[in-house]
């Protein structure tokens, strides 16, 4: 394939953004036009998962084309110079081999935080204070230190909301698409390009622009689902520390109602963001493919639950939108078409789906699969289930392994033993555990053959064993790192 019939390809990235987060999915308040424009012209996956719910191991693994037990790194942790990422292939490194221009905006989450990872060039924040191209571009524009964005007096874990103090221009999607729009003007035109956008939001703070936040502060927002196999919500202690020291929470209903009022107003703000650029690309999506996804998603109070690193629906079902080049010819706002796909598709798939796209060879190092035989509604020899893990992230019995298919979700937490089964066709929001019926033992029996050859000793090949060490990194990938030392 020469260059020029190659397609441009734009990654687009969200942080801790639900899977059920699109008004395309039928959400009751939520509106995403543009968002919904690539769906609707393309495919929506709708069992599209993290394999590993937290930002930075998932970013590892979206890069990588890799599952987590692949790449190494089982849970939240920043590497430092015990355990730099030293990865043999990443997926802009193998674009930019074969002739891309590859540029990164935004936030890439990977140390050393300024490696180049096979990109020309990038501009990085990876949060909204610190080292940030997104400060120094506002800094340029006048804004004094004080009214950076980070000085909302709200942490990045916390549940807190209410309107950003800076311009809906001046906000983090809006400087992500503004360099976007930068690059496309000035991008080298005899080579395709490869452009990843990666946006802080709905990432906390919760703090989106003034109009989108009001907008939702005045609906009905709905309250969060709590399944029958949740335990009493019992003590005070619970929920109180706004900075998300606590995973569990329990809210009152105005604090709840504007939280999610925040989250649902920075994915109104990302989506006109989105916009701005479709209509700047305008007749180069003929020859553009698009990918939308997240690293992870937000359990936004459901099953007294907070954040991230969870098994759960809101934490591990993500967004995938694919837009092929030449798609439909639709207008954002038009009535939601497209194929939905039920197959179990995960972040290790991003990479050789989009080197398949640019007829680039997929490296033997990655476990994913291109996803766009699925897209094509062809024929295809897929997985039978998608393997998701995290070890302990607040406590190291919260540690688990997944499998989820079109139809079921099993779940095991590693140090406990707890199982939890749901029949998500029937069941989506996960309410009712079905671990007490017969299905539960194919389920079991898949996992233990899945963790069969595990060094950590999850299994016998037959049967589970809890309380074997479900650490940071897979033992002989780097230090052994307790739960309790992650994130310092």
């Not at 699925?374 to 295809?380: E, F, K, P, V």
Request: a negative charge; aromatic letters at 8%.
């Amino acid at each position: 394939m020469m260059a020029i019939d190659r397609p441009n390809i734009i990654l687009i990235t969200t942080d801790q953004q639900r899977g059920d987060a699109l008004s395309l999915c039928g959400h009751p308040v939520l509106r995403t036009p543009n968002l919904d424009f690539l769906g609707a012209s393309g495919t929506r996956f709708r069992r599209a998962y993290s394999e590993v719910p937290s930002c930075i191991p998932a970013r590892h693994v979206l890069m990588s084309g890799q599952s987590p037990e692949a790449v190494g790194m089982l849970g939240f942790y920043y590497r430092d110079e015990r355990c730099p990422w030293d990865p043999s292939a990443t997926l802009a490194g193998c674009l930019h081999d074969a002739g891309y221009e590859t540029r990164m905006i935004g936030k890439l989450h990977l140390q050393p935080s300024r490696r180049r990872y096979g990109f020309d060039a990038m501009e990085l924040a990876d949060g909204l204070g610190g080292d940030s191209d997104y400060v120094d571009w506002l800094r340029a524009r006048g804004v004094r230190r004080d009214h950076e964005p980070g000085a909302l007096g709200m942490g990045s874990c916390s549940w807190l909301a209410r309107p950003h103090h800076l311009p809906e221009e001046q906000t983090y999607p809006a400087w992500v698409v503004d360099r976007a729009l930068d690059f496309l003007r000035k991008r080298d035109p005899t080579s395709p390009f490869f452009l990843n956008l990666s946006i802080f939001s709905p990432h906390p703070p919760l703090a989106p622009s003034r109009r989108h936040f009001e907008h939702y502060d005045r609906l009905e927002l709905g309250i969060p689902d709590i399944g029958d196999w949740v335990e009493p919500f019992v003590g005070l202690v619970h929920g109180l520390n706004p900075e998300g020291g606590e995973q569990r929470v329990d809210l009152d209903e105005k604090t709840m109602h504007r939280c999610r009022a925040g989250y649902f107003g920075l994915i109104q703000e990302l989506d006109t963001q989105v916009g701005r650029l479709i209509t700047a690309i305008g007749g180069q999506l003929e020859n553009t493919l698009i990918l939308f996804t997240a690293d992870h998603g937000e359990m936004l109070g459901d099953h007294h639950l907070f954040g991230k690193c969870e098994p759960f629906e809101g934490s591990a079902n993500v967004p995938f939108l694919l837009r092929p080049p030449g798609s439909a010819r639709k207008l954002p706002g038009d009535g939601p078409t497209g194929r939905v796909c039920d197959q179990p598709v995960g972040l290790q798939d991003v990479m050789p789906t989009l080197l398949d796209a640019a007829d680039v060879d997929i490296p033997d190092t990655c476990t994913g699969h291109s996803v766009l035989p699925l897209a094509r509604g062809q024929s295809c020899d897929w997985r039978e289930a998608l393997h998701g893990e995290h070890c302990g992230y607040r406590s190291y019995e919260e540690g688990f392994h997944y499998l989820v298919n079109e139809r079921w979700k099993y779940i095991w937490r590693s140090q406990t033993g707890q199982e939890l089964l749901f029949d998500l066709q029937h069941d989506p929001r996960e309410l009712r555990d079905l671990s007490h019926t017969p299905d539960v033992e194919t389920w079991r029996r898949r996992l233990a053959e899945t963790l069969a050859e595990r060094p950590e000793g999850f299994s016998d090949g037959d049967s589970l064993i809890a309380g074997q060490p479900h650490r940071v990194f897979v033992p002989g990938r780097g230090p052994d790192i307790e739960w309790g030392d992650v994130g310092r």
